[in-house]
């Protein structure tokens, strides 16, 4: 066919039209994407409990709301959701496990609108079912849906440029105001497609009315979380600032330019390919500035490596139909190619997930001389991960029986206070008496805003680290301090955690823990 005799606008989209033929080959993509969701579950070694940030996330189920301290409040409606079918840790991780499959579904259907074909399709797929994606969707935390939503305004974005049918311009808004439900980081994403559309012929988009409709009803969906941030003086603002001062501070751009090769390593020449692919078709390449301006977008705003995540199904797809393309004439290669992912997904496992027991992880860890270096910036046995999945049920199950073992009239009269979320959450999720788990509090987080405004309390169990210093002044206002106990699986980042009991606190010590939670809690009210 000529294309000479056409314009720039109809060249463009009789080539897009030309790549978009492959049909989505239905029963591959529903068998990889059942793989997706039952792997962690065998993989991961039964001995590990939640992760401290699942116990956050589940508790503000329980408090339900239009936003929360630390993050919008999506994943949290689901954790609600699990909690009605009680609350077991399955439930809670069926969620991952469910987006991470849905990952992979919208990840073939992009290769298939890229023109991948069967192939392509299967080795799209491989990229979700294996790397970093194989820890992250098995961890109840908001990246589950921060990668879905991005993937899903990728697909609806192509969707448009392929078929020009107007309805998906609104579900790419849908799509990125839904992403705000689920982690703030969305607007790296819509910032990056934003400027890969301006930078290409595509452009024109944006000036047609259908876009600002669709937009419009973006703004409309994320309205009540902002509005929300509002009325809690932006906690979002607060909580960027905290991370900021403590775990952001240690980024750099050459370590996150390094962790995007590390978190992909098994598939690494897969999405290498799909930039190259991108880049050199000129009806593709504003996808290929997406993924340049989401990479610069988050080292400027000192973002952890893992947030990028969400683009990478996209270089995935790509990749895939690249291969595909290459390996056209030599097809054998592509059985090695097959074989090469699963053999490297396979050495790579007990970097990804806890498939063995701690001591086991230890030796070989050391034996292959990899160190893990936490926040803290220090060496540890295990991955941080994996060590904030141990310990809990240890800590819970401790300050509960030293709890019951009190006579009732002190019970009553006791508050047990932990210095985090991870503390907190923990004691509410395996404790088993509702009289105990009502006196557990924190003001760490969004438990902060659930402790009640005219405390009561006459003795408190205290969960933490090392000792209250003089610095805490409530503490020195108790008449008797007894440590109790402590975690003893040194394997644990909760490894030395102590449970200590203060009696009869005086009425100047009660009246300064009051004051003291009433200001924090004014920090978040208006």
Same mark, same amino acid.
């Given at each position: ?10 060249? /463009? ?11 989505? @080959? ?8 059942? /793989? !997706?969701?039952? %792997? ?142 689920? #982690? ?17 012929? @595509? ?50 751009? %050459?370590?996150?330019? !390094? ?44 973002? #952890? ?23 056209? !004439?030599?097809?054998? $290669?592509?059985?090695?190619?097959? %074989? ?58 401790? $300050? ?13 009269? $006791? ?54 210093? #003089? ?51 004014? #920090?978040?009210?208006?």
């Amino acid at each position: 066919m000529d294309l000479a005799k056409y314009g720039r606008k109809r060249r /463009l989209s009789y080539l897009f039209n030309m790549l978009k033929r492959a049909e989505a @080959y239905w029963p591959l993509i529903l068998l990889l994407a059942l /793989l !997706k969701f039952v %792997l962690p579950i065998f993989l991961q070694d039964s001995l590990y409990e939640l992760q401290r940030d699942e116990f956050l996330y589940y508790q503000q189920g329980q408090h339900l709301a239009l936003g929360y301290l630390e993050n919008p409040p999506l994943l949290s409606y689901l954790g609600m959701i699990s909690s009605g079918f009680g609350g077991s840790e399955a439930w809670i991780k069926f969620w991952p496990c469910l987006f991470g499959a849905a990952t992979v579904v919208l990840t073939c259907l992009i290769t298939a609108e890229l023109g991948g074909k069967i192939f392509a399709q299967f080795l799209s797929s491989l990229g979700i079912i294996t790397g970093a994606y194989l820890r992250i969707h098995y961890l109840f935390q908001p990246n589950i849906l921060d990668i879905f939503f991005w993937t899903l305004a990728v697909y609806f974005l192509i969707r448009y440029v392929n078929t020009k049918d107007q309805k998906f311009i609104y579900w790419l808004a849908i799509s990125l105001a839904l992403g705000w439900w689920g #982690k703030y980081s969305v607007i790296f994403m819509a910032a990056a497609m934003l400027g890969g559309i301006i930078l290409s012929p @595509y452009r024109q988009m944006l000036t047609r009315k259908h876009s600002w409709l669709a937009a419009g009803i973006g703004l409309l969906i994320v309205i009540p979380n902002l509005w929300w941030q509002y009325g809690h003086n932006w906690p979002l603002v607060h909580h960027m600032k905290e991370l900021q001062e403590t775990q952001l501070r240690f980024m750099n751009p %050459l370590d996150f330019i !390094k962790d995007q090769f590390m978190l992909l390593l098994t598939v690494v020449f897969i999405w290498i390919g799909g930039l190259i692919w991108l880049f050199k078709h000129k009806e593709c390449r504003f996808l290929f500035y997406t993924y340049i301006l989401v990479i610069l977008l988050l080292i400027l705003g000192r973002g #952890k490596s893992y947030y990028s995540l969400g683009i990478y199904p996209l270089l995935l797809a790509a990749g895939a139909v690249a291969w595909e393309q290459w390996t056209e !004439k030599r097809r054998w $290669t592509r059985y090695a190619l097959s %074989l090469l992912i699963l053999v490297l997904g396979y050495l790579v496992q007990p970097m990804l997930l806890p498939i063995w027991k701690p001591g086991k992880l230890a030796a070989f860890y050391t034996k292959i001389g990899f160190d893990h270096v936490w926040e803290d910036q220090e060496k540890h046995p295990l991955p941080q991960d994996f060590a904030d999945m141990l310990g809990w049920k240890e800590l819970a199950e401790k $300050t509960e029986h030293y709890f019951n073992s009190l006579p009732d009239t002190v019970k009553n009269k $006791t508050i047990i206070y932990g210095r985090h979320y991870g503390h907190a959450g923990s004691l509410n999720y395996y404790g088993k008496d509702k009289n105990f788990k009502s006196r557990v509090i924190t003001d760490n987080g969004s438990f902060l805003l659930w402790i009640p405004e005219n405390l009561m309390m006459e003795h408190l169990i205290f969960i933490g680290r090392k000792m209250p210093g #003089k610095d805490d002044e409530v503490f020195q206002h108790f008449e008797k301090v007894t440590v109790i106990d402590s975690v003893t699986n040194h394997f644990s980042r909760q490894y030395g955690d102590k449970i200590i009991f203060f009696e009869n606190i005086d009425s100047s010590g009660l009246r300064l823990a009051r004051v003291g939670l009433r200001e924090l809690q004014k #920090k978040f009210l208006r």
